[in-house]
């Protein structure tokens, strides 16, 4: 079995990703492996979900809160997966 690999992301640094955290360790995701963006979704640099990305091997499963904290369309969401 592969490894929970979270993701969380803010548009703002204003912005609290304490709740999607929270629910992030509480499905079973270390926090080694949680990355967090505090950056618009319509942006293409996100480093934490770059590294998240690079983190996942066959077998994982990534983790997010909502599926809008993901991708910044359904589109975008489409080509992620």
Do not use: N
């Not at 499905?27 to 967090?36: E, K, M, N, S, T």
């Not at 994982?60 to 910044?72: K, Y």
């Amino acid at each position: 079995m592969g490894k929970l690999v979270g993701y969380a992301r803010v548009s703002t640094v204003e912005q609290d990703v304490d709740m999607q955290l929270d629910a992030l360790r509480e499905a079973g995701c270390r926090d080694a492996l949680i990355f967090v963006d505090k950056v618009s979704g319509a942006k293409s640099q996100r480093p934490g979900f770059d590294a998240c990305i690079d983190a996942l091997e066959p077998g994982d499963t990534l983790l997010v809160w909502r599926l809008d904290r993901l991708g910044r369309s359904m589109p975008h969401l489409v080509t992620l997966i």
